[in-house]
């Protein structure tokens, strides 16, 4: 006898553990800047709904919604570099406390982790200690990078990916995926159904910046590039549905 599925039945769980990576210009309003409460709620609802189907997920959130570290970089400034990072990490931690009582008040067990010390309002980041959350089905969100200068939350994601055991990558983009050319500046641009590291490198594709690349290409770790804006978009990317770019290796 055929059992059918059930029609409201999750699609199936194609990824068991995932990193989630957003800009903090995802969290912020149409000007990119400061935190919408809209776009926190509508990206905790998707988080929630893939955390529902079974996966584990662990979520790094950048921070340029607040502020860059690169503002700094020019000579007319009396804030140094590596003190401009630092002040970067702060706003990922800023995210990540509004991303976690958006998930909470959708009824998501949360812990924050940050890798600069803030124990007022988030553990520290401990290797066997955020396994154990995801193992207990708490949606874990990564902060503060992974607490040193000079390094992008980009770099942060494949790093923590690593540490984890993530199946897969998901970075989360206002676009379809990786195209030629910046889709909203080139409306005749083409969307890549999947690369090789290589290709990433050798095109200069603005994906992730080089180091998180060369640590995907090292360690095999494959990453998906996905239109997070829209609706459902990151359970069908938790699913394995074929959506976005596909980079490192075969996607069936």
């Not at 309003?29 to 996966?55: K, L, P």
């Not at 055991?165 to 083409?190: F, I, M, Q, S, W």
């Not at 060369?214 to 609706?231: G, S, T, Y």
Request: with cysteine.
């Amino acid at each position: 006898m055929t059992v059918m599925p059930e029609a409201n039945a999750p699609p199936p769980l194609r990824y068991h553990r995932v990193i989630l990576k957003l800009s903090g210009e995802s969290l912020a309003d149409s000007n990119q800047r400061g935190i919408s409460g809209d776009e926190v709620e509508c990206i905790a609802r998707q988080i929630q709904q893939a955390h529902a189907t079974g996966c584990q997920i662990a979520v790094v959130i950048g921070g340029g919604n607040i502020l860059r570290g690169a503002q700094f970089s020019g000579t007319n400034t009396m804030v140094q570099q590596a003190t401009a990072h630092y002040m970067g990490m702060m706003a990922t931690v800023i995210n990540s406390m509004a991303m976690q009582d958006a998930l909470e008040s959708l009824g998501c067990s949360t812990r924050v982790m940050s890798a600069i010390g803030v124990d007022t309002v988030a553990e520290p980041f401990i290797r066997r200690r955020a396994l154990r959350h995801l193992e207990k089905g708490r949606v874990v969100i990564l902060a503060a990078g992974i607490g040193r200068p000079f390094v992008t939350t980009d770099t942060a994601a494949a790093q923590r990916a690593l540490e984890l055991g993530a199946d897969v990558v998901l970075k989360a983009t206002r676009v379809d995926g990786v195209y030629t050319e910046d889709p909203e500046k080139n409306p005749h641009a083409v969307l890549y159904e999947s690369l090789s590291y290589q290709q990433v490198i050798e095109k200069n594709l603005r994906v992730m910046d080089a180091t998180a690349i060369a640590l995907c290409r090292e360690h095999q770790v494959p990453i998906l590039v996905f239109n997070f804006k829209q609706d459902g978009n990151i359970v069908r990317a938790v699913a394995g549905e074929s959506i976005g770019t596909w980079i490192g290796g075969p996607s069936g």
